[in-house]
């Protein structure tokens, strides 16, 4: 009797509720999944076309050259069969020729170092634009990241309990800070003050746009790096201590390098942030596709060319397939970093705090 009781107390019962929430909870998954696939599938099919541009060679009828002709002057007649039938014989004989000098020309002009997609002459040079990306990037990576990391470790291992409740949800709820008002306090406050400060000539430039930006990615930095450090075990800590280790030397000297791998996720994904920023960027750089070697100077980032100019652009122009190049250039690297950072590194801090090699 009590053998039957125990089996059914063991048997798994059906729950409708548990397997309707299974069944939701597998179907968002999907759906989210299939969106973000297709997603970049669009990213990437529009931006293919340019591999494949063959420009478009003014070619015309016999019944147009003749329309134009009897539309001039008749004293201009015989200039005019002149000069047509020079024409007809320059497309006859040479549109393979130009159509593989244009295809040239426009590698030559993506890989070029102008961007001037509206002049009569269009070049779409990403060189500049890729450059600006990663100055600004680097600015708010080395003004950010030593902050939010001092700060993370002061919040895990000096800080009181109750300093600690209210410094990280304080500071991660400024990771939810719209983009659009870091860019405008940029904008309107910091660039004056910064260029009184420093005298530089001008107002917004990659300085000012890193230091804003470095506002969105402290936030990121911080709260992955506060988890880093707050899951290396207690013993770590006490064993240095027992050791005769004051506390600033255990935090610096064994639960930095045992969080090591985290905090460099913790940086990769700030840089996957900074690089894709848009807002920030497009209202504080300058906007001028320029390279230079000083902080000091107006550049212009992927992110915000396309934030300006998708709206503008002519659906299937080289301009728009240009466009969205540098939007699969965005997604790769920052898909690269933040599968690096989670796949890679934190199984390693894993496997470090698991003690396995």
Same mark, same amino acid.
């Given at each position: %009797?009590?053998? &039957?009781?125990?089996?059914?107390? /063991?048997?798994?019962?059906?729950?409708?509720?548990?397997?309707?929430?299974?069944?939701?909870i597998?179907l968002?998954? *999907?759906v989210s999944?299939?969106s *973000?696939?297709?997603?970049?599938?669009?990213? !990437?099919r529009?931006?293919?076309?340019?591999?494949?541009?063959?420009p478009?060679?003014?070619t015309?009828?016999?019944?147009?050259?003749? %329309? &134009?002709?009897?539309?001039?002057?008749?004293n201009? $007649?015989?200039?005019?069969?002149?000069?047509?039938?020079?024409?007809?014989?320059?497309?006859?004989?040479?549109?393979?020729n130009?159509?593989?000098?244009?295809?040239?020309?426009?590698?030559?002009?993506?890989?070029?170092?102008?961007?001037?997609?509206?002049?009569k002459?269009?070049?779409?040079?990403?060189?500049?634009?890729?450059?600006?990306s990663?100055?600004?990037? /680097?600015?708010?990576?080395?003004?950010?990241?030593?902050?939010?990391?001092?700060?993370?470790?002061?919040?895990?291992?000096?800080a009181?309990?109750?300093?600690k409740?209210?410094?990280?949800?304080? $500071? #991660?709820?400024?990771?939810?800070?719209?983009?659009?008002?870091?860019?405008?306090?940029?904008?309107?406050?910091l660039a004056? !003050?910064?260029?009184?400060?420093?005298?530089?000539?001008?107002?917004?430039?990659?300085?000012?746009?890193?230091?804003?930006?470095?506002?969105?990615? *402290?936030?990121?930095?911080?709260?992955?790096?506060e988890?880093?450090?707050?899951?290396?075990?207690?013993?770590?800590?006490?064993?240095?201590?027992?050791l005769?280790? #004051?506390?600033? &030397?255990?935090?610096?000297?064994?639960?930095?390098?045992?969080?090591?791998?985290?905090?460099?996720?913790?940086?990769?994904?700030?840089?996957?942030?900074?690089?894709?920023?848009?807002?920030?960027?497009?209202?504080?750089?300058?906007?001028?596709?320029?390279i230079?070697?000083?902080?000091?100077?107006?550049?212009?980032?992927?992110?915000?060319?396309?934030?300006?100019?998708?709206?503008?652009?002519?659906?299937?122009?080289?301009?728009y397939?240009?466009?969205?190049?540098l939007?699969? $250039?965005?997604?790769? !690297?920052?898909?690269?970093?933040?599968?690096?950072?989670?796949?890679?590194?934190?199984?390693?801090l894993?496997?470090?705090?698991?003690?396995?090699?």
């Amino acid at each position: %009797m009590d053998e &039957q009781f125990k089996n059914e107390l /063991l048997k798994k019962r059906f729950y409708f509720s548990d397997w309707l929430a299974r069944i939701v909870i597998t179907l968002v998954s *999907i759906v989210s999944f299939i969106s *973000i696939a297709l997603i970049f599938v669009f990213v !990437f099919r529009e931006a293919l076309p340019i591999l494949n541009y063959t420009p478009e060679v003014e070619t015309y009828t016999d019944e147009e050259l003749q %329309m &134009q002709v009897y539309n001039d002057l008749n004293n201009q $007649i015989e200039k005019k069969e002149e000069k047509l039938s020079n024409t007809k014989e320059q497309i006859e004989i040479t549109p393979r020729n130009d159509d593989q000098i244009k295809l040239q020309s426009v590698w030559e002009s993506v890989f070029s170092t102008v961007w001037d997609p509206i002049s009569k002459n269009p070049r779409y040079g990403i060189i500049p634009l890729i450059v600006g990306s990663l100055k600004v990037t /680097l600015i708010a990576i080395l003004i950010a990241a030593p902050i939010a990391i001092l700060a993370a470790l002061f919040t895990s291992t000096f800080a009181p309990k109750w300093a600690k409740e209210i410094l990280k949800p304080a $500071i #991660e709820i400024l990771a939810g800070f719209p983009s659009v008002v870091i860019g405008f306090f940029a904008l309107v406050v910091l660039a004056t !003050f910064l260029q009184n400060l420093f005298g530089y000539q001008y107002r917004l430039n990659a300085f000012v746009g890193g230091l804003a930006l470095s506002l969105a990615v *402290i936030p990121i930095i911080y709260t992955v790096t506060e988890d880093a450090l707050s899951a290396i075990p207690k013993s770590y800590i006490e064993a240095s201590i027992a050791l005769g280790a #004051e506390k600033w &030397q255990t935090a610096i000297y064994v639960v930095l390098p045992a969080a090591a791998p985290g905090i460099f996720a913790a940086v990769l994904l700030g840089i996957g942030r900074a690089f894709g920023e848009t807002m920030i960027v497009m209202m504080a750089t300058g906007n001028a596709p320029i390279i230079s070697a000083s902080i000091f100077e107006p550049v212009r980032t992927m992110s915000a060319t396309i934030g300006a100019e998708m709206a503008e652009v002519i659906f299937g122009e080289l301009h728009y397939n240009v466009l969205f190049l540098l939007g699969s $250039i965005l997604f790769l !690297f920052s898909f690269s970093l933040n599968a690096i950072a989670e796949f890679y590194i934190r199984n390693r801090l894993l496997r470090r705090i698991g003690g396995s090699k």
